[in-house]
């Protein structure tokens, strides 16, 4: 791990602590983290920076949990079934939080690429594609008027609505590492949608991520379609 890792890892292990000092005393985020009340206390004030292996604990053990629990908090699920997540997608700061997580927690390949779908995924497809440093794709249900060459992707929902996605064809090259990422996972029929995507483009997968899983289907279709890592930050009963 060079200089620059090891400074991102320890700043992003102070983001988490500073949203969990949010609503929490240091003797309170003391007893969640097993870290020294005084030692938060100058972490969450940018006195000094945790040392790496203290941040990695943080970022992927305490940090994972909790940013679990928060998103879950934000979640509203009406007596339909329907999920309302404008309290995470809208925050961008707490996206920004997501990302290394997530990447810590999953093993995700590093992505040129980072593709979702218009338009509740692109905030969160922005906020990885900034921390893998990698571009941002994401496909649309109608061709862009100025674009000559498409991507397509065409499925027959269970309700027997078909559904087109449709991708500028430079978005992709072949044999990029694609990231496929959803802020909401429940059938899985968007994210192989996605998939179709990268594979017409002749990519590579290197993982698939929802915010949120509705229920096991999505994720199970999803891991039967490839073989990288596939995961959500927290899931809801169906």
């Known amino acids: 791990m060079n200089r620059a890792e090891k400074a991102a890892i320890q700043l992003q292990a102070v983001a988490v602590l500073r949203m969990l000092k949010q609503s929490r005393t240091y003797d309170e985020l003391a007893s969640l983290t097993g870290l020294p009340a005084g030692d938060l206390n100058r972490y969450v004030n940018g006195h000094v920076l945790p040392g790496v292996e ?9 940090g994972h949990d909790e940013l679990a629990r928060e998103l879950h908090a934000r979640i509203r699920v009406d007596s339909e ?19 290394p997580i997530a990447a810590d927690t999953f093993e995700f390949e ?110 199970s279709r999803a891991r039967e379609l490839t073989d990288a890592p596939v995961g959500a930050l927290t899931q809801l009963e169906p």
């Open 54 to 62: 203290r941040a990695r604990e943080v970022v992927g053990g305490v």
């Open 81 to 99: 079934g329907y999920v309302d997540n404008s309290g995470v997608v809208f925050d961008q700061s707490f996206l920004d939080l997501v990302a």
């Open 110 to 219: 590093t992505p040129d690429v980072v593709l979702t779908a218009a338009t509740d995924g692109i905030t969160l497809a922005a906020a990885m594609a900034s921390y893998f440093g990698a571009r941002l794709a994401y496909a649309k249900k109608s061709k862009e008027t100025a674009v000559e060459e498409f991507i397509e992707a065409r499925q027959r929902l269970q309700s027997g609505i078909e559904l087109t996605y449709y991708l500028p064809a430079s978005a992709i090259d072949a044999n990029d590492m694609v990231l496929v990422v959803d802020d909401l996972i429940r059938s899985g029929e968007t994210q192989e949608l996605l998939l179709d995507i990268a594979a017409s483009a002749n990519a590579d997968v290197g993982g698939v991520f929802a915010l949120i899983a509705v229920g096991e289907e999505g994720v």
